[in-house]
């Protein structure tokens, strides 16, 4: 028998099924072992020495791997195929050593680019051993993640309280994220113009050209900067006569993208499916481990974790037979295409993620799929056929345009598609603005024709601000400078967002006050680890580890003798000197000029105090340096209409329909908004809570109305004829329909979500339900007396009558398939009335207390039992003053380690 050890049960079902008898595939549901929480995990001056510990759940998972390993001919460690899975190997192997189970037992790595049975069935054929470089490059990262973890947060703990923590990737994305903010509140909007005229050609087609000379000099962007200018050339276009100075037609050709990597495949779900980062890697985690088609398992993509952007020779020969038999000829290149990654570490780069079978076409699939998993699937699918299809053919066409009494120049340009190609398949979604501004077709004219003027237009602009990122522009922004890896993106954007350092406002990351304060500081006293540069290069020589040409504690070394020397001397620091620097460094942020030439830091409650940051045991706020004399405190931020409280108080504007102020208010569990105040005693104004991840500093008027709108009505359910509504709650955003429950993704998702895709979210719910409860036995039919159905269910500890929300256990001696409707009416009857019985019990509580006296006076031995237990309360009082006393000394040292 030989043991195959993959990560997840998914995949070892469907694996077990490939490989057949003689192989038992066994799941380590991913890591097994991690480095403990806590100091002293990594040892720098021990040579890095790292202390892994396994968690209850996987220890359980490896003693049953090591039993089954025990006697067994081979051991194959089939992971996935990149650096975490040959860490997952490793530590496997790692703790079956330490547990002597692998004598006389061969151990051979395998891998699967894709979970399909001739893929496993050929890597089985290929076996080798662990990759050390691999293996070392993800010793050296996790040895960082932790030093940097577990050095630096400390000194956030200390120098500003109510800082989470900080960490190798996650600091310089969240860095990113506040740069471009600044930029944002720096900009300032430029006015410019631009001068458009239509033409009328002798054939009476009309078309548009836009100046771009004036008086024998190149207009550039802002070389018409207000409505006099504008206005001036516009009279002497009008008082000219045009005609064409040339034309010129020239083909081109726009050639198709490659298949996606990782990157590319959640920056184009997240602007086409509006999926997250981690939702994107979710779903094609399930793709890539298999679903049920015709009664056989198969995955249905390759791998998801990949930077490299090559195919098989294989699937480039099946993917020009589907565009043949799909398309037709026209749309086949005479050559296929190939692509070549452009990552920096060859051995990380696999094959691009695309189908397993590309003749398996969307519609083909989508029965076996849920509507998320579909438009994946059609989403790689589609990009990895258009990848090898023909190139787009078209013609552009420039008119040049000039004045003949004045030096006036006018450009016409257009462009024309005259085979559509890959474009009749798939269009990136970057690409729409870059087809639609290419003005269409021009009418023909000639050289020297002469050209009516039908009419001028002056168009007044203004320069916008960078945009926010988006979660796809920002892992496109973080490749591009290289930081971090494929396999990292989701989980560090997810980090930054369960860290409340940003929150999400339509699809874009706005930094937070606490996500600003922490790369402030970061940046003024740890600059070199969150410089873009430094970061990059430190990623590149973590590649250079696992090609083999580091040594992994080398890096370690000189990362560790640098950053020691930083941390050390910003434990030197006293807080106000780290207050006063962040005064200086976020003061437009934090302390706005209000425009009427007042000194924006003074305080506004007394006549003298200025306004600096604070930190207390919450975070960071706004205070007055005359404090305890003055009480004057603020969130970070000022409200939107400008006004300061001392509770933070604010009123956003008023409410349309009540007429009253719609408010944001702090209360005892935080932050929320009321409509208005009580008028009378009792009465309760209506309150919304405020959504999770969601500064209450940044609430608009328009989203608190919105707020307090919920719930909101979604539609009618086709079936039950029911309300399904959408509101927030404690645990975040939900659908309710006649009482069940389902959750959302994301807050906007309240807001957006239609009946379609609300009755597959309760449909989902449902399902995971019925899954939860065991297989059904036996439907008994409907209930004689209220017609709700009655299954016999299997469960855990036996079969049981399930009928609505009441469920009652079958004698042992029940034949399931022998019992009649009117024994299980009976015996749900009996299970109704006991618990009708209990609620009335509770009232009497001299009843319950006289009975066990009446045992304990029957039975000796459980005479004893009552003594001990009315000992045990006067130990226990009498040993409550000193209980006190740990907790007491306990304070001073939990406050040190926060410290």
Known sequence: MDVVIVESPAKAKTINKYLGKGFKVLASYGHVRDLPSKDGSVLPDDDFA???????????????????????????????????GEAISWHVLEVLNKKKVLQGVDVERVVFNAITKNSVLEAMKHPRGLDKELIDAYLARRALDYLVGFTLSPVLWRKLPGARSAGRVQSVALRLICDRELEIEAFRAQEYWTIETDFQTGSGSPFTARIVNLDGKKLEKFDIPNKETADDIVKRIRSSRFTVKSVESKPAKRNPYPPFTTSTLQQEASRKLGFSASRTMQIA???????????????LITYMRTDGVQIADEAIAQARTVINNEFGEAYLPSTARIYKTKAKNAQEAHEAIRPTDLSRLPKHVARALDEDQRRLYELVWNRTIASQMESVQLERTTIEIEAEEQQIGLRATGSVITFDGFLRLYQESRDEAEDGEDGGRLPKVSRGDKLGLKDVRPDQHFTEPPPRFTEASLVKRMEELGIGRPS??????QTLRDRTYVHMDKGRFVPDDKGRLVTAFLENFFNRYVEYDFTADLEEKLDKVSAGEMNWKDVLRDFWKDFTAAVGEAMEL???????????????????????????????SCADGRLSLKVGKFGAFVGCSNYPECRFTRQLTVGADGEEGATGDRNLGVDPESGKPVLVKSGRFGPYIQLGEAEEEGEKPKRAGIPRGTSAANITFERAVELLSLP?????????????????????????????????????????????????LLAEKAAKAKERAGKALRDMGAHPQDGKPILIMEGKYGPYVKHGRTNATLPKEANVQAMTMEEIVALLAEKSGKGAKKAPAKKAKAEPAEKPAKKAAAKKPAAKKPAAKKAAPKKTAAKKPAAKKPAAKAKPRAAKQAD
């Open 50 to 84: 790292m202390a892994w510990d396994v968690d209850p759940k996987s220890q359980k998972r490896l003693n049953d791997i090591a039993a089954a390993v025990k006697g067994a001919d081979k051991l194959i460690l089939a992971t996935d195929p990149d650096r975490e």
């Open 285 to 299: 985690q399930r793709l890539y481990e298999g679903v049920e088609i015709d009664g056989e398992t198969a995955g």
């Open 488 to 493: 990292t993106y989701a989980s560090t954007l």
């Open 574 to 604: 006293r807080i106000t000197e780290v207050l006063d620097r962040l005064n200086d460094v976020l003061g437009p942020h934090v302390f706005p000029d209000k425009g009427d030439g007042t000194d924006p830091r003074k305080c506004p």
């Open 712 to 760: 909101r009505e979604v539609g009618i359910h086709p079936e039950t004829g029911l309300p399904i509504t959408a509101g927030l709650g404690r645990f975040g955003p939900f659908i309710l329909h006649d009482g069940v429950y389902a959750n959302l993704k994301e807050p906007e998702e309240v807001f957006t979500i239609g009946i379609n895709r609300a009755v597959d």
